[in-house]
C-alpha cells in the first residue's frame, strides 16, 4: 500500500494549490481527482471558460456597438458561436496542461478515480471497476461544489440548463430565461445579450448580486438594462419551468401573487451552488456536513477527524476560487507545523459583467447594521478623463471609513476595469490605510485608479479634486 503525508481530495484551485504548498513544505503528496482533467470547477466549467466568453461576446459587442464612433468601418460583423466554443476549449486545454506541469514540477503524484474514505487514514481509489487504497497521515478535502437546482424544476441540461451546458450553447438562444440575478446569471447573460439573445432575468429578492452593496446592483441593473436590453423581473418568484420540443415555459409567481408564464428557447438555472461530498463516505472518517452539506471545520479548517481538514465550496464561505487557493496554502502550512492567518473580510468579490463589478470589507448596509459611524466618498467614471477615452463612463468608485480614524473600511466599485482595480483596495485595507493615507498617493494620470483616489479624497473631507 503507498504511504503519503498528505492525500488532497480534489484537483479545483483549493486542491490543487494545498497539494503545491504541501510538496513545496516537503511533504510527501498526492491528488486525487475523478475527472480526466484537472483544475476543477473553476478551470473547467467555471472561471476560465466563463472568462473566455466573456472575453470574445465583449470583442463582438465592441465591433459591434462601438468601432464605428472610433472611426473603425468593417462590414457588420457576425457571431461564429461553434468558433468562439472552440477558442473557450483551447483556453481550457491550455491551462489544463500547467496543471499538469505544474504537478509534475514539484513531484506530485495524481491519481484519477473516485476518493471515498475508508476510514481517517484509508482512502480507496476506484475507477473503471479497478481500486486502490492509499494511507495517509493527513487529509485534505477539497471536492468543490455542484449547481443547485430549484423544486419543480428538472434540469434536463438541454433546455433547462446550469452554467455548465450554456458554456458549451453550440447556438445563439433567441430568449433565454434566467433564474437567479446572481454572479452566474449577470456573467453568462451578458456573454449572450452581446450575442444577440433576448435575456430575461428572474430574482426572487429586491435587488440583483444581493451579498454585495446594495449601491453596486442598483448601478449594474440600470447598465445592463440600458446596454444590453436585460429585463429584470424582481421580486419574482419562479414555481416551474418545463421544455416542449425546442421551447421551455417559465411559471412565475409575481410580487402581487398573479401568476406570470415566460417563453423562451433556454432556460438558465443560476441560484447557487451546493457542496459537494457524494460518494466520499465522509462518516467513515467521522466527519458530517451542516444543515447545508458543507462539511463542519473549526477556525483552523479541521474537520471533526484530528488528521483531516476541508477547504473552498464545500466548506462555509464564499465560493469563490481564490478563496479556495488561500484556504489551500493556510491548510498546508498548518499540517508543516507553521502558524499561518487568513482574513476573510478581505477576500474580494468581483462581477466580470462590463463594466465590471467588485468590493471589499465591510458594505454600507453591514456598517449600518452594525452601528459603526462612518463617512462616505464617491467618485463618478463619467469624471474621468481615461474613462472618457474609452468610453467607459458608467459606475462609480465607493469608499467608505471610519469616521473618527479615517481607515478604510470597504471599498465598492463599478466600473471599467474594477475586478484589478480593487487589488489596491485590498492591499490598503491589509495594511490598515486611512482614505487619506491613498489620497496622498500619486496615481499614474490617466488611469482609471486616479477614480480610487478622486473618492478617497471625497472619503476623507470631501475635496476631491475632479467634481
Ligand atoms: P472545485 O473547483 O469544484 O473542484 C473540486 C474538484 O474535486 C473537482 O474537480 C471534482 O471533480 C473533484 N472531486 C469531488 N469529489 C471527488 C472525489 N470523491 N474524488 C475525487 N475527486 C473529487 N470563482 C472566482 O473566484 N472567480 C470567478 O470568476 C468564478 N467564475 C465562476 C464561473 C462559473 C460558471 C462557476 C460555476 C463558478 C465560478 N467561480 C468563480 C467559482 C469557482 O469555480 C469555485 O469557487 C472554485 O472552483 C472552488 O474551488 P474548489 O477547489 O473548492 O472546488
Ligand atoms: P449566487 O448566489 O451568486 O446567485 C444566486 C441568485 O439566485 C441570488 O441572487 C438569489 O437571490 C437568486 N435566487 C435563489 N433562488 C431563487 C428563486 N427561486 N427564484 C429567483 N431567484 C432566486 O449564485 P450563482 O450565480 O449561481 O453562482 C454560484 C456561485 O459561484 C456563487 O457563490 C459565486 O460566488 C460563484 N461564482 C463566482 C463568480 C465570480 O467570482 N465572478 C462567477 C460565477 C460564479
Given amino acids: 500500500m503507498n504511504t503519503y503525508d498528505v492525500c488532497v481530495i480534489g484537483a479545483g484551485p483549493g486542491g490543487y494549490v494545498a497539494a503545491i504548498r504541501c510538496a513545496q513544505l516537503g511533504l510527501k503528496t498526492v491528488l486525487v481527482?475523478?475527472?480526466?482533467?484537472?483544475?476543477?470547477?473553476?478551470?473547467?466549467?467555471?472561471?476560465?471558460?466563463?472568462?473566455?466568453?466573456?472575453?470574445?461576446?465583449?470583442?463582438?459587442?465592441?465591433?459591434?456597438?462601438?468601432?464605428?464612433?472610433?472611426?473603425?468601418?468593417?462590414?457588420?460583423?457576425?457571431?461564429?458561436?461553434?468558433?468562439?466554443?472552440?477558442?473557450?476549449?483551447?483556453?481550457?486545454?491550455?491551462t489544463v496542461e500547467g496543471i499538469n506541469y505544474l504537478m509534475k514540477k514539484n513531484k506530485i503524484d495524481v491519481l484519477h478515480g473516485h476518493a471515498r474514505f475508508e476510514s481517517a487514514h484509508h482512502i480507496c481509489i476506484e475507477q473503471n471497476q479497478t481500486s486502490q487504497t492509499i494511507e495517509s497521515k493527513y487529509t485534505i478535502i477539497a471536492s468543490g461544489s455542484k449547481p443547485a437546482s430549484l423544486p419543480g424544476i428538472t434540469i434536463d441540461k438541454k433546455r433547462i440548463i446550469t452554467s455548465t451546458e450554456a458554456l458549451e450553447l453550440q447556438e445563439v438562444p433567441k430568449h433565454m430565461i434566467i433564474i437567479g440575478g446572481g454572479v452566474i446569471g449577470l456573467e453568462l447573460g451578458s456573454v449572450y445579450a452581446r450575442l444577440g439573445s433576448k435575456i430575461s432575468v428572474v430574482e426572487y429578492m429586491d435587488r440583483l448580486i444581493p451579498a454585495m452593496d446594495a449601491a453596486l446592483g442598483k448601478e449594474l441593473q440600470r447598465v445592463l438594462k440600458k446596454n444590453l436590453g436585460f429585463e429584470f423581473y424582481m421580486k419574482h418568484k419562479v414555481t416551474g419551468a418545463v421544455t416542449t420540443g425546442k421551447s421551455v415555459s417559465v411559471s412565475i409567481e409575481t410580487p402581487k401573487g398573479d401568476s406570470l408564464q415566460l417563453e423562451g428557447d433556454y432556460c438558465l438555472v443560476a441560484v447557487g451552488r451546493k457542496p459537494y461530498t457524494d460518494g466520499l463516505d465522509i462518516a467513515k472518517a467521522g466527519i458530517t456536513t451542516d444543515e447545508r452539506g458543507r462539511i463542519i471545520t473549526d477556525a483552523h479548517l479541521k474537520t471533526q477527524a484530528q488528521n483531516i481538514y476541508a477547504i473552498g465550496d464545500v466548506v462555509k464561505g464564499a465560493m469563490l476560487a481564490h478563496k479556495a487557493e488561500e484556504e489551500g496554502v493556510f491548510v498546508a502550512e498548518q499540517i508543516a507545523g507553521q502558524k499561518p492567518h487568513i482574513n476573510y473580510l478581505l477576500i474580494p468579490g468581483v462581477v466580470y459583467t462590463w463594466p465590471e463589478v467588485a468590493g471589499v470589507g465591510l458594505t454600507e448596509e453591514e456598517l449600518k447594521t452594525q452601528q459603526r459611524p462612518y463617512k462616505s466618498g464617491s467618485f463618478p467614471f463619467k469624471a474621468s478623463g481615461r474613462a472618457r477615452a474609452s468610453m467607459d463612463t458608467d459606475g462609480f468608485v465607493k469608499v467608505l471609513c471610519d469616521a473618527q480614524t479615517d481607515e478604510i473600511l470597504g471599498v465598492h466599485m463599478i466600473g471599467p476595469r474594477a475586478a484589478d482595480m480593487i487589488a489596491e483596495a485590498v492591499?490598503?485595507?491589509?495594511?490598515?490605510?486611512?482614505a487619506e493615507d491613498i489620497a496622498r498617493i500619486s496615481h499614474a494620470h490617466p488611469t482609471f485608479t486616479e477614480s480610487m483616489k478622486e473618492a478617497c479624497l471625497d472619503a476623507t473631507s470631501k475635496r476631491a479634486l475632479h467634481i
Fill in 33 to 94: 481527482e475523478r475527472y480526466a482533467s484537472l483544475g476543477g470547477t473553476c478551470l473547467n466549467v467555471g472561471c476560465i471558460p466563463s472568462k473566455a466568453l466573456l472575453d470574445s461576446s465583449e470583442h463582438f459587442y465592441n465591433a459591434q456597438h462601438h468601432f464605428q464612433e472610433h472611426g473603425i468601418d468593417i462590414k457588420p460583423p457576425k457571431v461564429n458561436i461553434k468558433q468562439m466554443i472552440e477558442r473557450k476549449r483551447g483556453v481550457i486545454k491550455t
Fill in 427 to 434: 492591499v490598503a485595507m491589509e495594511y490598515r490605510a486611512s
